[in-house]
């Protein structure tokens, strides 16, 4: 049922999220930005990197929520990782890693001039954001993790392979829409089939010919072929306590199934100073599409802006 095409196929989902293109790293790949609002010297705008597999569709609708309070106007930068959305797939063979995803935003944060700047990351994303903290600590005015931390849960890697398979073995349209809903209400149960059809639309579109395309590199996939629901990652604390030197806001969605629980518990342990927000009922990635959870990322980013007011 899939078809892997260049370019994308038309779709909807980005007309709002017109992007310049910025070449990053030794393999030159073309990284998708969009830009929402004028970057400032004096407020650091905020990076939003989405998941694994997804794309800045998932943040396109935060920018004007947040801009929206009192005492905002921030600017926000949406990006496309590499293989994902609008940005350019590697080579056949080429590995997708974090550490190189690391590297690209801060390669697109240069070619921005962007000095610092609030890190926003779900999933992967935030595992991302760790690793630029690790490696440029005075790039970071921020860090927000949303579904991610030191620990990732195998179980959300194993579901996202699986899906995949599942609606790649699917003959009809209409078999993959029904398929996608019933995963999607998994996430977000109680939505309607409308609003279930629109967040399938944010990592696979239809071409001409009715055939589904994933808005991700399937190579992404191919990756996960090691990871069974049952194994145990590594943990990488030492790559958390990287956030050490900035505030840091921790988003659990109550349904995810890429932190646990005790997951979470202890990066709030060891992070008392941190922001904190549970999402109820939700999975991931997060909608972001609740008042409460615009007025407590706006506080945040407030909060930051304070701080670097008082130091300068």
Same mark, same amino acid.
């Given at each position: 049922?899939?078809?892997?095409?260049?370019?994308?196929?038309?779709?909807?989902?980005?007309?709002?999220?017109?992007?310049?293109?910025?070449? &990053?790293?030794?393999?030159?790949?073309?990284?998708?930005?969009?830009?929402?609002?004028?970057?400032? %010297? %004096?407020?650091?705008?905020?990076? &939003?990197?989405?998941?694994?597999?997804?794309?800045?569709?998932?943040?396109?609708?935060?920018?004007?929520?947040?801009?929206?309070?009192?005492? +905002?106007? !921030?600017?926000?930068?949406?990006?496309?990782?590499?293989?994902?959305?609008?940005?350019?797939?590697?080579?056949?063979?080429?590995?997708?890693?974090?550490?190189?995803?690391?590297?690209?935003?801060?390669?697109?944060?240069?070619?921005?001039?962007?000095? @610092? $700047?609030?890190?926003?990351?779900?999933?992967?994303?935030?595992?991302?954001?760790?690793?630029? =903290?690790?490696?440029?600590?005075?790039?970071?005015?921020? +860090?927000?993790?949303? %579904? /991610?931390?030191?620990?990732?849960?195998?179980?959300?890697?194993?579901?996202?392979?699986?899906?995949?398979?599942?609606?790649?073995?699917?003959?009809?349209?209409?078999?993959?829409?029904?398929?996608?809903?019933?995963?999607?209400?998994?996430?977000?149960?109680?939505?309607?089939?409308? @609003?279930?059809?629109? !967040? /399938?639309?944010?990592?696979?579109?239809?071409?001409?010919?009715?055939?589904?395309?994933?808005?991700?590199?399937?190579?992404?996939?191919?990756?996960?072929?090691?990871?069974?629901?049952?194994?145990?990652?590594?943990?990488?604390?030492?790559?958390?306590?990287?956030?050490?030197? =900035?505030?840091?806001?921790?988003?659990?969605?109550?349904?995810?199934?890429?932190?646990?629980?005790?997951?979470?518990?202890?990066? +709030?342990?060891?992070?008392?100073? $941190?922001?904190?927000?549970?999402?109820?009922?939700?999975?991931?990635?997060?909608?972001?599409?609740?008042?409460?959870?615009?007025?407590?990322? /706006?506080?945040?980013?407030?909060?930051? &802006?304070?701080?670097?007011?008082?130091?300068?």
């Amino acid at each position: 049922m899939f078809k892997r095409a260049t370019p994308l196929p038309q779709t909807p989902l980005f007309s709002d999220l017109p992007v310049r293109t910025i070449v &990053c790293g030794a393999a030159h790949t073309r990284i998708a930005v969009h830009i929402h609002g004028e970057i400032a %010297d %004096d407020v650091p705008p905020i990076v &939003c990197l989405p998941g694994y597999v997804r794309n800045m569709s998932d943040f396109a609708a935060l920018p004007r929520a947040i801009n929206r309070l009192p005492d +905002t106007g !921030f600017a926000f930068i949406l990006i496309d990782l590499p293989g994902r959305g609008r940005s350019s797939y590697l080579g056949k063979g080429a590995r997708y890693s974090t550490l190189a995803d690391a590297d690209c935003v801060l390669d697109v944060m240069a070619a921005l001039d962007v000095p @610092r $700047a609030v890190v926003a990351g779900e999933g992967h994303g935030g595992q991302v954001a760790m690793v630029i =903290a690790g490696r440029r600590p005075l790039a970071v005015a921020g +860090t927000i993790l949303i %579904d /991610a931390g030191p620990v990732t849960d195998p179980r959300g890697l194993v579901r996202t392979r699986n899906n995949f398979r599942h609606l790649a073995a699917l003959k009809s349209p209409a078999a993959v829409s029904a398929a996608l809903r019933k995963i999607l209400s998994t996430d977000y149960p109680g939505e309607s089939e409308v @609003r279930l059809d629109g !967040f /399938a639309q944010r990592i696979y579109a239809q071409d001409e010919r009715g055939k589904l395309r994933a808005l991700f590199d399937s190579q992404l996939i191919e990756q996960l072929e090691q990871f069974e629901f049952d194994d145990v990652l590594e943990p990488q604390w030492r790559l958390f306590d990287t956030l050490s030197h =900035a505030p840091l806001m921790i988003v659990r969605s109550q349904l995810t199934d890429q932190v646990r629980r005790a997951t979470y518990d202890e990066m +709030t342990h060891r992070r008392r100073d $941190a922001a904190t927000l549970v999402i109820s009922d939700r999975g991931s990635p997060a909608l972001l599409d609740d008042s409460e959870e615009h007025e407590a990322i /706006a506080a945040f980013l407030r909060d930051i &802006c304070r701080a670097d007011d008082e130091q300068s």
